[in-house]
C-alpha cells in the first residue's frame, strides 16, 4: 500500500519568515503526491500536487512543493510566511489504479506562524 | 455555485444507536468519497460511489454502509454505534474519468457518541 510520513507534529515559524513542512513518501511505482490545507471548522482545500514533470510545483496562496525522488520526500514551502497560513496541513498519496484510485493522507502537521 | 455540502453539521448520538450522514456533491462531480478524521488523525478513506455503486473500500466494519443516488448525492451509515466512532467525517467528490484526485471537500459531519 501507499503511504506518506509527516515527521512534525507542528512546526511554528514567525511572519515573514520562510517555511517547510516535511513529508516522505512510500509509493510502488511513480508517486502522484498531494498536499491539502485545512483550516478550523472547515473541509479540506487543495494546494497543489505533482505527477510528472518538473521537480518544483507551485500551487495555491504562494505555496510551493519540491519533489525529490532520491530522498522520497515531497516538501512544502513557502518563501514569506503569513499569519493567515496557520492551519493543518496534510500530505497525501494516490492510492490504486485507474479511475477508482483514492488519496491516502498523513497524519497532518500543524503550521502556527506568529505575528 | 454551490460547493459539497453535507448534512447534519453535528450530531449527537449513544452507543448502539444508527446515524445517517448525507453528501451532496459539487455541481458536475459524479464520484463521492467518505473519509474519517478522527481527532489529530489525518482522514481515513472510508469508501468510494460513482454509478451508484460502491467501488472501492478502506479497513472499515461492514457497519459502515453507503448508498448513492441518480442526482450523485450519497448517504453514509453506520450502526451499532461505538465510542470509537466519534470522528469528523467528510464527504469528498471528484470527476472520475479525470485522473488527477483534486477532490473537493464538503466541511464535514463531526459526529459525537456518548
Known amino acids: 500500500a501507499q503511504s506518506v510520513a509527516q515527521p512534525e507534529d507542528q512546526v511554528n515559524v514567525a511572519e515573514g519568515n520562510p517555511l517547510t513542512v516535511k513529508c516522505t513518501y512510500s509509493?510502488?511505482?511513480?508517486?502522484?503526491l498531494f498536499w491539502y490545507v485545512q483550516y478550523p471548522n472547515r473541509g479540506l482545500q487543495f494546494l497543489l500536487k505533482?505527477?510528472?514533470?518538473?521537480?518544483l510545483v507551485k500551487g495555491s496562496y504562494g505555496f510551493e512543493a519540491e519533489f525529490n525522488k532520491s530522498q522520497t520526500s515531497f516538501h512544502l514551502k513557502k518563501p514569506s510566511a503569513l499569519v493567515s497560513d496557520s492551519a493543518l496541513y496534510f500530505c497525501?498519496?494516490?492510492?490504486?489504479?485507474?479511475?477508482?484510485?483514492?488519496?491516502?493522507f498523513g497524519k497532518g502537521t500543524m503550521l502556527l506562524v506568529s505575528p | 455555485d454551490a460547493g459539497v455540502t453535507q448534512s447534519p453539521t453535528h450530531l449527537i448520538k449513544t452507543r448502539g444507536q444508527q446515524v445517517t450522514l448525507r453528501c451532496s456533491p459539487k455541481?458536475?462531480?459524479?464520484?463521492v468519497s467518505w473519509y474519517q478524521q478522527a481527532l489529530g488523525q489525518g482522514p481515513q478513506f472510508i469508501f468510494q460511489?460513482?454509478?451508484?455503486?460502491?467501488?472501492q473500500r478502506g479497513n472499515f466494519p461492514d457497519r459502515f454502509s453507503g448508498h448513492q443516488f441518480p442526482n450523485y448525492s450519497s448517504e453514509l451509515n453506520v450502526n451499532a454505534l461505538l465510542l470509537g466512532d466519534s470522528a469528523l467525517y467528510l464527504c469528498?467528490?471528484?470527476?472520475?474519468?479525470?485522473?488527477?484526485?483534486?477532490?473537493?471537500f464538503g466541511s464535514g459531519t463531526q459526529l459525537s457518541v456518548l
Open positions: 469528498a467528490s471528484s470527476v472520475t474519468r479525470v485522473f488527477d484526485e483534486k477532490l473537493f
Open positions: 509509493v510502488s511505482g511513480n508517486p502522484y
Open positions: 505533482y505527477i510528472t514533470g518538473d521537480n
Open positions: 497525501a498519496v494516490r492510492d490504486g489504479r485507474g479511475r477508482y484510485s483514492t488519496l491516502t
Open positions: 455541481s458536475g462531480h459524479d464520484t
Open positions: 460511489y460513482y454509478e451508484e455503486e460502491e467501488r
